[in-house]
């Protein structure tokens, strides 16, 4: 069964959001689905997003996965770790494999995003 952090918010896509961090990842049910992670393309620091805009790629062995926004915002920092560990996705979704942080722009979108129950819901 996959984690879900009952703190996050989530997209039915399965990228999360730390609502106080702004920390935005892929779920351990994602990663668990795309396998070993091998590259991770990410967003330019600054660049101004919409909710749902694409903004990252993820590949894997099996398959490269567009990563959305979760939410409207500036990017204010990526996880340039993950550049020479693509892996850590796979070992620690929700901690040291987090992709980027995000200042959102409006706050209601946070609201509309799944919660851990819903989106345990979504992958059962």
């Known amino acids: 069964m996959s984690k879900v952090p009952d703190q996050l918010r989530y997209r039915e896509s399965h990228e999360w959001i730390d609502p106080t961090s702004g920390a935005v990842g892929i ?4 990663q668990h689905e795309l396998t070993d992670v091998v590259f991770v393309e990410l967003p330019k ?3 101004e997003v919409e909710a749902g805009d694409q903004i990252a790629v993820v590949e894997s062995v099996k398959a490269a996965s567009d990563i959305y926004s979760p939410v409207s915002g500036e990017i204010i920092a990526i996880n340039d770790e993950l550049l020479e560990d693509p892996s850590l996705i796979n070992t620690d979704p ?3 494999g987090w992709i980027f942080e995000i200042k959102p722009s409006k706050d209601a979108e946070l609201k509309i995003l799944l919660d851990a129950p819903s ?3 979504h992958i059962a």
């Open 27 to 30: 779920t351990d049910h994602a």
């Open 119 to 121: 989106y345990r819901q």
């Open 45 to 47: 620091v600054g660049a």
């Open 94 to 96: 929700y901690g040291e």
